[in-house]
């Protein structure tokens, strides 16, 4: 089982260094997660570091396909006030 970075991800850097296994490698247009590599972090943490550690709400998804840190999860925003206030903006 492994975890997938997606599109969103803006290469920060701060995933790669933290993974056990050593599964995360920089790529273009993204850093890019190798599926061989990837144990999910079973057997030598809690959660994955790199869910754990990456600042951008849904860049990271599960061998499901689901966002490990979903809309809300990092900025306390609730996606229905996200999508209003980004409405507003938009407006202006
Ligand atoms: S879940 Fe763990 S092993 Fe897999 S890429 Fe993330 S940090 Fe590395
Ligand atoms: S921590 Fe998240 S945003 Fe940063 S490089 Fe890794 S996946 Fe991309």
Redesign the pocket.
Known sequence: M??SIIESCVNCFA?EP????E??YEAKPHFL?NSK?????EG??AD????TICPIEGAILNALGEAINPPGSLTGIPPEKMAEAMAELQAH
């Not at 994955?48 to 869910?51: D, G, S, T």
């Open positions: 492994s975890l995933c933290v993974c056990p296994s599964a995360i997660i590599k990837c144990t999910e972090c030598d943490f994955p570091q790199c869910a």
